[in-house]
């Protein structure tokens, strides 16, 4: 190629450079943009999504010279978001069945109004509403100075909302009833639903995960806080073991009280799944946009992934995905399990909601710690569904004072 003056009106020496042809200039341009820069690829590829809980730790413990005001701010936002998503969650669960009311109309079919909440009715109400009933009647199961009895009026009004054309009717009646009527599109429905809750809640497991490898990794250049560990423990466990049952308990109370159609059960998992997504949204739109930028591109564990962290995270995926469609789809079809339940059927589904969590963490410290893992992971596992328990109890207490009318005395 001969070479030509870059410019006419420059005589200096070394102004002649070779021209490019239009043919070459062509396959330049396209080798920039078709060549992928590996670095930089490489990059991207071991990114992982940045929440609001590993800003938290980025801010907390990673960069330097953060202020107080932010580091702290940050950890009691991540509390604050944890603490509303089980508080909520659990509102649910209880309020799809265990709705306050007023008067008995209020109530769903197979429920009447007992002292401000809608109770079942069970199959111990049913002598109640015999033609040679007395006029008290016991409303519970319970024995001694704990027993409590219904007055003449409760009682008629027990009856007339528990008893129909098809006679008494039990809350189980009425759920497996529901069940039943159930067709074949339905139950496709609630299986494609069941999988879009498995992966909602693996992507929060996995979020749990990636923050635990990141405190792992800091602490191993310096010194963490009790207080920061326990926080983030204590983040994970309140997931894991209160807000994850939850939300299986009320997508299957949904389909028990609401009706197990395709609609409702497509719309019901779109309303129970937006409590997963609060931290998310947290980050993207509550964070100031320098904040949210800077911890795209410097939070998360990517780097300090493992091989090992990966084939547990891919071990808990597979639990996921197995067990939490199990698990709702058995405790819908638990209606029919009337001796297993004590009559309840709800008893079925408070079994199964917890169970993907307890196996999760059970795989999760065998995996860490192989043989060595297994006594610590069924320890954990028992002592998570204890905390669940005790959680529920707390919040049932809490709205029977409210509905009763009795928790006045404490706010005073």
Known sequence: MAAQKVSPSIDLAGAEAPLLDLATLAERVKAIETTPDAPTLHHLAMREPTSFHQSTIYYGLVRPNTPAWRKYGLLAASIGIVFLQCFVATGLSFGVG??????????????????????????????????????????????????????????????NTCVSDKGFETNHDVIREGVHAMFIQDWFALFLASLVVAFGV????????????????????REVSRGWRFAIHGLNFARYFILFPKILFSVMSLVHDNGGRVRDICLNTVAVLFLL????????????????????????????????????????????????????????????????????????????????????????????????????????????????????????????????????????
């Open 202 to 221: 693996f992507a929060e497991i996995r979020d749990g995960m990636l923050m635990e490898i990141a405190l792992r990794e800091i602490s191993k250049r």
């Open 277 to 412: 997504e609060v931290d998310n949204l947290a980050f993207l739109h509550g964070l100031g946009e320098r904040t949210r930028m800077e911890a795209e591109e410097h939070a998360g564990a990517h780097e300090q992934v493992t091989e090992l962290d990966l084939e547990s995270m891919d071990a808990v995926k597979l639990v996921c995905v197995l067990t939490i469609p199990c698990a709702i789809v058995g405790g819908v079809c638990g209606a029919y399990a009337r001796n297993l339940a004590d009559g309840e059927t709800d008893n079925v589904c408070y079994m199964l909601a917890p169970l993907p969590s307890m196996l999760v963490v059970f795989v999760q410290r065998v995996k860490a710690n192989g043989r060595r893992g297994v006594c610590a992971g069924l320890g954990w596992a028992i002592v998570g569904f204890v905390a669940m328990v005790g959680w529920g109890a707390l919040f049932y207490q809490m709205i029977y004072l409210q509905a009763t009318g009795e928790g006045a005395k404490y706010v005073r």
């Open 98 to 159: 265990t709705s306050t009311c007023s008067e008995h109309s209020e109530c769903t079919r197979g429920n009447f109004c007992d002292e401000g909440i809608c109770s079942g009715c069970s199959e111990w109400h049913k002598s109640c509403c015999l033609p040679n009933a007395t006029a008290t009647c016991s409303i519970d199961k319970k024995e001694g100075h704990n027993r409590r009895e219904m007055g003449e009026k409760d009682r008629e009004g027990m009856c």
